[in-house]
């Protein structure tokens, strides 16, 4: 309530969207880089190479670049855009999912590194041995590697958020700067910059960014330490 | 109950080229590091799919290369025993132990209860592997293969990795799953003294290939097969009765050919051991030595001379109904005219006989 009123309408729905939006980009995107991460971490295939670049382009093109080209193809007109609206009425385009969207792509890379890192530090031949004792592939991940993982995955999916909490080219670019719609907290605080005697006001979100920042810092050193206590089990 | 294995396969500059079949009890695989034991038992296991080959346990084919027959590891029905354990660091040792328990049964039940009570590791199921030693470990992992009721015990080395107190620990473990168990038992090593306590059937192998395989009684007493098995290892095995535990420290043991008399062995009157005596620590002798500080002069007929390449020869000896060997200078065997069919006196030191090489027969 405090919070409500100390900030304005505008600044609140700016702190909730983007809030809403890194959430549902890490959560959605998680199961993902999981798979992905675990595919380069354990196997030989061709392509590997081809994936791995895939996977890490949104870190080393411009935001504006992956921006547009998530316009390109997940706009109303895009390829993959107008199938999803015809098949499944899920649009993109300038809705708070796009940001979503654009923020799970840019966090992606980093997420996919923490999680394959976690994987490549467990050692093969656990999974071997449990394969040995009659378990499926499905049971052996289930039951021994992602337990070993988890510290890995928890580091991933913070990472994760904090990169979409903070995301901003992409995002204008894909889905613009509206107002309770896209305008996430970066976009916020750069708005406000734009305008006369909006400095205090960005100010004010630029404090909360910061609380939140650290938040998901302790949460995440928290976390990595209990699971890695458990797994331990001292 | 039987084990064919017939495999090929290449890495590189190395080409494995494997044929051996094994009635039931323990296989051992024996050859130096390097001479790709692990690759046969991995390739029995699933966890390495040969180029070409076929690999049958109790007539169910796990691997035909000709017929694309490959049994994936998940579907093998093994218990396999690595050389490190492996076992599970985020699960309680009750947890690794049931891990492969296809039931109840085996999750608390008598079964639980029994494979539990033989390790000696009742008092560590609730503790992490991480705080137990190497001896606790490699119980846990022997005793979770156990628990998956495998049709085959693979074992690559699962006594390498401890100092020889926590060896002589499990070793009475895995012969009393010899004599109690009807599963067959591949076992991997390179350490004489295991072999000849645990194996039944001995397959020798070097540079990828076997060189040797057959009974394992009557490989370990064959002179020809002492340069595979090392000079200073080769030895055969004497088949004895606990008489009597004496004063003075000494059991007296009654073999075949005599009364032998070693430093105490721990075992109850009446049992039935076998003794592992090195080839080297045998003394021969044309007549009956006396005034000597040796306890025991077995009388012996000789029955095969190898001459060595080297000043050695090896001599293989019948006393009583056991096969010695005795490792003597070329020069002496030449001087005392040691030839088939001689009659002559073995030689043995009490203290030569080292505790780790004294088993319980099979």
């Not at chain 2, 992490?128 to 998956?148: D, F, Y």
């Not at chain 2, 004895?240 to 004496?246: C, D, I, K």
């Not at chain 2, 080297?310 to 003597?328: F, M, N, T």
Request: charged share 20%; aromatic share 6%.
């Amino acid at each position: 309530m405090a919070m409500a009123d100390w900030l304005s309408p505008d600044q609140w729905s700016a702190v909730a969207l983007s809030l809403k939006v890194s959430l549902w980009a890490t959560v959605l995107s998680l199961p993902f880089g999981v798979a992905v991460a675990y595919v380069l971490a354990r196997y030989q295939f061709w392509g590997k190479q081809v994936l791995n670049g895939v996977v890490h382009l949104p870190l080393i093109l411009p935001p504006v670049v992956t921006g547009y080209l998530l316009l390109l193809t997940f706009g109303r007109r895009g390829a993959v855009g107008s199938f999803l609206d015809e098949a499944f009425g899920l649009v993109f385009a300038f809705r708070w999912t796009g940001a979503a969207l654009a923020a799970a792509v840019m966090a992606f890379p980093l997420m996919v590194r923490a999680i394959r890192l976690a994987i490549e530090a467990v050692d093969p031949k656990l999974e071997q041995a449990a394969a040995t004792l009659g378990a499926t592939r499905v049971r052996v991940f289930a039951t021994v590697t992602l337990p070993l993982i988890l510290p890995g995955v928890v580091a991933g999916a913070i990472l994760a958020f904090a990169k979409a909490m903070g995301e901003f080219g992409a995002t204008i670019t894909f889905v613009s700067n509206i107002p309770g719609q896209t305008q996430t907290l970066p976009l916020a605080i750069y708005s406000f910059l734009q305008v006369p005697g909006g400095d205090s006001q960005a100010a004010q979100l630029v404090l909360i960014a910061v609380v939140i920042a650290l938040a998901a810092l302790f949460l995440s050193e928290w976390v990595g330490r209990a699971v890695a206590r458990r797994i331990s089990g001292s | 109950m039987s084990l064919s294995v017939r495999l090929a396969h290449r890495f590189g500059d190395f080409a494995l080229d494997v044929s051996f079949d094994a009635p039931a009890g323990v296989t051992a695989l024996f050859g130096r590091s390097g001479s790709g034991k692990t690759s046969v038992v991995n390739a029995v296991a699933g966890l390495l799919r040969p180029q070409a080959g076929r690999i049958v346990v109790d007539d169910r084919v796990l691997f035909d290369s000709d017929e694309r027959i490959f049994v994936p590891v998940h579907h093998r029905s093994l218990g396999y025993v690595f050389q490190e354990g492996r076992l599970f660091p985020h699960m309680s040792v009750r947890q690794n132990l049931v891990y492969g328990a296809p039931s109840r049964d085996a999750h608390s039940g008598p079964e639980f209860d029994r494979v539990v009570a033989t390790l000696g590791i009742e008092n560590l199921l609730q503790r992490r592997p991480g705080a137990l030693s190497g001896g606790e470990k490699q119980r846990v992992a022997i005793g979770r293969a156990l628990l998956a009721r495998p049709r085959l015990l693979l074992m690559d080395e699962p006594l390498a990795a401890l100092d020889d107190h926590r060896k002589a620990e499990i070793l009475p473990y895995l012969e009393r799953l010899r004599a109690e168990s009807d599963i067959p038992i591949l076992y991997v090593s390179h350490t004489m003294a295991e072999v000849a306590r645990l194996a039944t059937t001995l397959v020798l192998m070097e540079a990828g290939r076997v060189v040797r395989a057959g009974p394992a009684a009557e490989i370990l007493s064959d002179p020809d097969s002492v340069p595979a098995l090392g000079l200073r290892t080769a030895g055969a095995s004497l088949h004895a009765v606990v008489a009597a535990q004496e004063e003075d420290g000494l059991t007296r043991l009654e073999a075949s050919c005599g009364v032998l008399l070693l430093p105490r062995i721990e075992a109850a009157v009446g049992a039935r051991i076998s003794v592992r005596i090195l080839a080297q620590d045998v003394i021969l002798s044309r007549t009956r030595p006396e005034g000597l500080s040796a306890l025991n002069i077995l009388p012996a007929v000789v029955t095969a001379v190898r001459l060595g390449d080297g000043p050695g020869a090896i001599i293989q000896l019948r006393a009583g109904e056991d096969v010695l060997l005795a490792r003597v200078t070329r020069r002496s065997a030449l001087a005392l005219e040691l030839e088939v069919g001689v009659d002559c006196f073995a030689i043995l030191k009490s203290v030569a006989v080292a505790q780790s090489e004294v088993g319980v027969a099979g």
